[in-house]
């Protein structure tokens, strides 16, 4: 097997939620360079509950959020998820600017979550095997959350390549107490 078809497992931490893009930009200023973020709320003409909206990547993450039409296309309920890959980058000659690990995990949650604002990425499924692992904390990036912040965000999204199909996985409340170390 090729060594550019190799499945890839990408583990992402999701910090927020931040309620205004000002406030985001402004943690992203002090934590992040590029990185993913993830808007829910509702759209202009949207009624009912917040849905997950748009996901992005950028090398400028304070900046990017203030230009993402992604960003400003949610006018209401707006939730702002910033998110860092955790886990180390594939081996060999880069080929793209953009980090394999930071478009895949953009890639996958377009496309098997379908959200609404991304449509290039939605079209086609990502071009080799993903397996994305969505990890959420508060805003002190120290204390994990103890909800998943969206019904419709999976902890996991699996993809095993074209002809496979996706799948994702939604666990039950997380249980850090039990599991904690001194």
């Not at 583990?11 to 934590?31: I, L, M, N, Q, R």
């Not at 709320?41 to 849905?51: A, L």
């Not at 748009?54 to 993450?61: E, M, N, S």
Request: proline share 7%; aromatic share 12%.
């Amino acid at each position: 097997m090729a060594a550019s078809y190799k499945h890839l497992t990408i583990t992402v931490d999701w910090f927020g939620p931040y309620t205004s893009v000002e406030e985001a930009a402004d943690a992203a200023k002090e934590d992040f360079e590029d990185g993913l973020y993830l808007v829910a709320g509702k759209r202009k003409s949207q009624h009912g509950k917040p849905c997950l909206q748009y996901v992005g990547i950028a090398k400028r993450l304070a900046t990017r959020l203030f230009t993402s039409e992604g960003v400003k296309s949610v006018t209401r309920d707006r939730k702002i998820w910033l998110g860092e890959i955790s886990s180390s980058a594939p081996p060999g000659k880069k080929t793209k600017a953009t980090k394999p690990t930071i478009d895949l995990a953009e890639w996958a949650h377009a496309y098997f979550l379908d959200l609404p604002c991304n449509t290039k990425k939605r079209v086609n499924p990502p071009p080799r095997p993903v397996t994305v692992l969505n990890r959420w904390w508060k805003k002190d990036y120290e204390t994990p959350a103890r909800q998943r912040p969206h019904r419709d965000w999976p902890d996991v999204i699996d993809y095993l390549g074209n002809g496979y199909g996706g799948r994702a996985a939604w666990f039950g409340q997380a249980r850090y107490e039990r599991f904690m170390c001194d």
